[in-house]
């Protein structure tokens, strides 16, 4: 069974500083996807970024970025420019790239509490 | 575009107490699911269905029913709720095929449960 590790409960940024979020991950599977949601205190469960395993280039969105390491089975989300906006708790989720059954649900991390100084 | 609609979003059970929390999606989407989250505990699978009329356990299924007679909604049932069920709960759709975009998973508001 797939499994996946986020190491660091709880975090903290200065504002317009660069923070990294760790995530690892266990799986057999040689293709699949990986995520990061962003969950605010209004509970929302919020897309940040996603990364397809067979696609070496490391995914990008705005100040949003991620180191995906394959063969360490490594994910770790990069905030560049922190916002007091990216408060929040983030976390990294799994998927199997297989049709059917439970393949297509997602299996989450314990989650990062991300805190930001102005 | 409505997405993904939960409901209620706050409830206050006592124990022993059965309710339903409502799921229903507008996107034709055939996989559905609910998760429980907890403290420290991330989000986890309770049960989820991969098509109008087929349900299967997720990781955590004990005191817990659901049933899926439509695409559209998935309702997930207490039958006699139990302090440990406090929680906030989430469903979420999406369609099966093949890319992270085409798969993406849309969430509901989450409803926050306590059982006293």
């Known amino acids: 069974a797939q499994t996946v590790t986020q190491s660091q409960p709880e975090m903290s940024v200065q504002e317009a500083e660069t923070v990294t979020l760790s995530c690892t991950y266990d799986t057999s599977e040689s293709d699949y996807y990986l995520f990061w949601y962003k969950q605010p205190p209004s509970r929302q469960m919020i897309l940040v970024i996603r990364?397809?395993?067979?696609?070496?280039q490391n995914a990008t969105e705005n100040r949003f970025s991620v180191n995906f390491q394959k063969a360490a089975k490594s994910f770790s989300l990069k905030i560049s420019d922190s916002q007091l906006g990216d408060a929040a708790m983030y976390f990294c989720a799994y998927r199997s790239s297989r049709r059917g059954g439970s393949q297509g649900n997602l299996i989450f991390g314990k989650g990062t509490k991300l805190s930001v100084k102005p | 575009n409505a997405g993904v609609t939960q409901t209620p979003k706050f409830q206050v059970l006592k124990t022993g107490q059965s309710m339903t929390l409502q799921c229903a999606q507008d996107m034709n989407h055939e996989y559905m699911s609910w998760y429980r989250q907890d403290p420290g505990m991330g989000l986890r699978l309770i049960h989820y269905s991969v098509g109008a009329g087929i349900t299967d356990q997720g990781e955590v299924p004990n005191g817990y029913n659901v049933s899926r007679s439509t695409t559209e909604d998935f309702p997930l049932r207490l039958l006699s709720a139990a302090p440990s069920q406090t929680s906030v709960y989430f469903c979420?759709?999406?369609?099966?095929?093949?890319?992270?975009?085409?798969?993406?998973?849309?969430f509901g508001q989450g409803t926050r449960l306590t059982v006293v």
């Open positions: 979420a759709s999406s369609r099966p095929g093949q890319g992270a975009i085409n798969t993406e998973a849309f």
């Open positions: 990364q397809e395993a067979y696609k070496q």
